[in-house]
């Protein structure tokens, strides 16, 4: 991979050379650890970030859901900082322990398929009737940001990307007004332009007409790439399965998979941030 890739050390640029669509998959861990440093260089010479101590780890997120494109990179960064100054609420407290962040997840607000697409996508699955409008859908948000902050975690997802399927079967009309457009308009903000994720599908299954009528206020804010991603199957799961095949989806969604478990996903994550505490506990000479 070396021969793709060349940093120049005085311009703190990653110059990808016939950089193509999956080339930025097939960096090695040094491509990887170079990008980095010359990101926090930027970094470090920055007003809107300076004061935040990125990890490589975090720092090649942003890296990898701009293709290692090392501008656009770090735009995508001082979008994100800018963001969270900007939003406090959305950020405050945010974590698994949050109370309003675990009843989401407890309802499967996102949920993770445990196993991948075709591609090497993951799969985010929201089942919208299981709202029942005791938390805000700004809740929800939280609760995505949340699961993406620990799903991002892994190298092999920031490569590949992710696919979102909601499901608004049964969706209710009273439920539907408190799908608010500022908080619409803020949660596509931050996932389009300031989140360090790739989703690679976005999928409409069940969905009323009223649930149409409410989301055509999003459209204007929807980058063109975004609009190209999202598909409307209304209650044809057919076309559906020509881009999410059934070997990996759950019985609901018409898959050859056992119905989904809402609990599953938030009960993974709860082991996982135990065995890490774990482990962190023995490295720093804890019992």
């Excluded at 101590?53 to 720092?59: I, M, Y």
């Excluded at 701009?66 to 001082?78: A, G, H, I, Q, T």
């Excluded at 990996?248 to 941030?273: C, H, I, M, T, W």
Aim: charged share 25%; hydrophobic share 35%; glycine share 4%.
């Amino acid at each position: 991979m070396a021969e793709y890739i060349d940093y120049g050390w005085r311009t703190n640029n990653l110059i990808a050379h016939s950089l193509n669509k999956t080339l930025y998959k097939n960096l090695t861990a040094n491509d990887r650890d170079v990008a980095a440093r010359a990101l926090r260089d930027l970094v470090k010479c920055s007003d809107e970030c300076h004061d935040v101590d990125w990890e490589d780890k975090t720092l090649q997120k942003f890296l990898f859901a701009r293709k290692f494109v090392l501008e656009d990179s770090f735009e995508l960064l001082k979008n994100y900082c800018s963001y969270r100054s900007r939003n406090p609420d959305i950020f405050r407290d945010l974590s698994l322990n949050a109370e309003d962040v675990r009843r989401a997840l407890e309802n499967g607000l996102p949920g993770v398929l445990k196993d991948k697409d075709r591609k090497g996508r993951c799969i985010l699955l929201l089942t919208a009737n299981n709202w029942d409008c005791s938390y805000t859908i700004l809740s929800i948000y939280r609760a995505m940001l949340v699961c993406l902050e620990h799903l991002t975690n892994d190298l092999h997802n920031q490569a590949n990307g992710f696919v979102v399927i909601v499901d608004w079967t049964e969706f209710s009309y009273k439920q539907t007004t408190q799908l608010k457009p500022s908080i619409l308009r803020l949660m596509i903000e931050g996932l389009q332009d300031c989140f360090p994720a790739r989703f690679k599908g976005i999928h409409f299954i069940g969905q009323p007409w009223y649930v149409d009528a409410a989301l055509t206020v999003t459209k204007p804010f929807l980058h063109e790439e975004i609009k190209e991603r999202i598909f409307s199957h209304g209650n044809n799961l057919s076309t559906l399965h020509e881009l999410v095949h059934k070997d990996v989806l759950p019985a609901e969604l018409g898959g050859e998979k056992p119905s989904y478990n809402p609990r599953s996903f938030l009960d993974s994550l709860d082991q996982k941030v135990k065995n890490d505490s774990i482990i962190n506990n023995k490295e720093n000479g804890g019992s």
